[in-house]
């Protein structure tokens, strides 16, 4: 086929991609789209390099076999152009697992049905040509009437495979079910007296070897066997560093408590288990855990897969953590290459924290501040209401409403998890921010806990709603986020006290000692008026600019 006959019109193209002729134009103003304008005026698109094997011509090909033979195919779609990566590893695992198979994409809507994958599946089917049909999500196939492209399939003797996500999700939560299972069964031995060795070597044996399992405990085996040593190796741990306080301290008391489902739960992973990648290329995202134990268990890290040394392999052992929501998280350590900054070398910036306004940024080398998160604070604020809304309705349920109950605590843990992510995306905006930008970073210590607290002999001077969004802030976090990433990327970081730098006039040193909850600083020695944060900033700096810069003051 000649480059003439793979250039399309603005009318075949929309056919084809299943979008508008304005997102055509779209792609083809930001150069997703390679095309060209006629004499005539008309545009021409080129969508062999989009399509990439998937619409117009795959389905000529499929629709050109024999009648006789009938096809298996992976259906892999995407709604736009711009997540074309994520179609190709979509299409990449469909390959590893069905390598039989014939990957047939999409690019469009959902809720489109002209698009040309599916109607060529639609069309085989409809001929007798199809056998099975394998998806990754139901919404890959389509957002609606799926029930009725599943009758379409059975009525036509096709059989439809989703991969959904629960096939994964339920091998985890049996795990981590059958790790406390065997926690609690050890436990229970200790605590009646039964074991006959107080050993972690002696309880793996008797609770984790096949050979000792009894035939109601069974099931327990589908785990695999390092999954359930680690939950005994838990439990000998918790009981050394309980006995060792208790050796300490002789009134320490403690009593080993069993695991229940309703807490946050955790399970140890060995080095091992998570080290093999599926596709060794630079874009795959996923990894396997005990590939030859359970052969599903495909667990899909989404572009975090960086922190997992994924491009490596894992050098330490890991634990996988599910929390009250049933989200799973890997936590592992890694070695990490430090990455220099691009602007390694240039640029000093001091940073005022606070409350109304999370960061305050002063920076001498660029004669430059600014302020960083301004007002942000209410939309957490805003969500902590309603949490605390929902924890008030709870609370005033009759004992029968124990479903609305749950599902209330539910949407709680769901509203605080969102504040959560919302404090974690501005930490490392700013902190990638601040590495890109300045080789020095300046920030005080802004001891939240000490501030806060109403136990000792000071007394607190902020209020519960200021101490709360202190808390919501999470400061000390941020300081040990950026502390990370300073020494990945070769920055440094200087942690230096901020007494009397809000107080104290940034131009002639006059104290303000009323200035309380004042947003701006008006200095009656010199008559200069500022932002109270930005004059704290600069104060920072001047503080210890001999440290800094070796004495030299900004002009």
């Known amino acids: 086929m000649t480059n003439e006959q793979r250039y399309l019109g603005t009318h075949a193209a929309k056919q084809v991609l299943g979008v508008c002729g304005a997102t055509l134009r779209q792609w083809a103003d930001s150069g997703l789209i390679t095309s060209f304008k006629t004499p005539g005026g008309k545009y021409r698109y080129l969508i062999d390099n989009v399509i990439s094997g998937g619409s117009a011509d795959t389905r000529a090909e499929e629709l050109q076999r024999p009648a006789t033979e009938k096809q298996k195919v992976c259906y892999c779609r995407v709604s736009s152009l711009g997540q074309k990566a994520d179609l190709d590893r979509q299409a990449q695992y469909m390959q590893s ?65 989703v991969l959904n996500e629960e096939e994964g999700r339920t091998i985890l939560k049996r795990w981590f079910g059958c790790a406390r299972k065997t926690y609690n069964m050890a436990l229970e031995a200790l605590k009646k007296r039964t074991a006959h060795k107080r050993t972690e070597a002696w309880l793996k044996n008797r609770f984790t070897r096949a050979s000792n399992v009894s035939k109601a405990n069974s099931f327990l085996l589908d785990t695999p066997t390092h999954v359930r040593d680690g939950a005994i190796a838990d439990l000998m741990k918790g009981l050394r560093n309980e006995v060792a306080k208790k050796r300490k301290n002789g009134s320490h008391a403690f009593e080993m408590r069993y695991r229940s489902k309703k807490e946050v739960q955790s399970l140890y992973l060995e080095k091992t288990a998570i080290k093999k990648l599926i596709h060794a290329d630079s874009h795959s995202d996923f990894l396997s855990m005990y590939p030859t134990h359970v052969t599903n268990a495909i667990f899909l890290i989404s572009k975090k897969a960086s922190l997992l040394n994924c491009r490596g392999k894992v050098s330490f052992d890991a634990r996988l953590v599910m929390d009250k929501l049933g989200h799973f998280h890997i936590h592992a350590t890694v070695e990490k290459d430090e990455i220099p900054s691009e602007n390694q070398g240039r640029g000093i910036v001091a940073l005022d924290p606070g409350v109304r306004t999370f960061m305050t940024a002063y920076s001498p080398s660029d004669n430059v501040a600014f302020q960083i998160a301004p007002g942000c604070i209410q939309r957490m604020v805003r969500l902590e209401h309603h949490i605390d809304r929902l924890r008030s309705e709870i609370s005033l349920l009759p004992p029968q409403c124990k479903g609305r109950a749950r599902r209330m605590r539910k949407a709680a843990l769901r509203l605080h998890k969102r504040v959560s992510n919302l404090t974690s995306e501005v930490h490392w905006k700013v902190a990638q921010f601040l590495t890109d930008r300045f080789q020095t970073i300046v920030l005080p210590p802004f001891a939240t806990q000490e501030m806060c607290s109403r136990t000792g002999d000071r007394q607190r001077r902020i209020g519960k709603s200021t101490s709360r969004k202190m808390h919501l802030w999470g400061h000390y976090t941020f300081r040990t986020r950026l502390a990370m990433k300073c020494k990945e990327r070769g920055c440094d970081l200087k942690v230096l006290d901020e007494v009397y730098t809000t107080k104290t006039c940034t131009g002639c040193g006059w104290v303000h000692d009323t200035i309380g909850g004042s947003k701006v600083f008006l200095c009656q020695g010199c008559g200069l008026e500022t932002d109270r944060d930005i004059n704290g900033a600069r104060n920072i700096f001047l503080k210890h600019h001999k440290r800094l810069m070796g004495g030299s003051l900004p002009s």
């Open 97 to 161: 697992r069905y390598p039989e198979h014939t990957i047939i994409r999409d690019i469009g809507s959902g809720i489109n049905f002209k698009r040309k994958g599916l109607q060529t599946i639609l069309e085989l089917a409809f001929r007798g040509r199809l056998e099975e049909v394998v998806v990754a999500y139901r919404d890959r196939l389509c957002r609606f009437a799926y029930e009725l492209v599943a009758w379409i399939f059975h009525q036509h003797g096709v059989r439809l495979v």
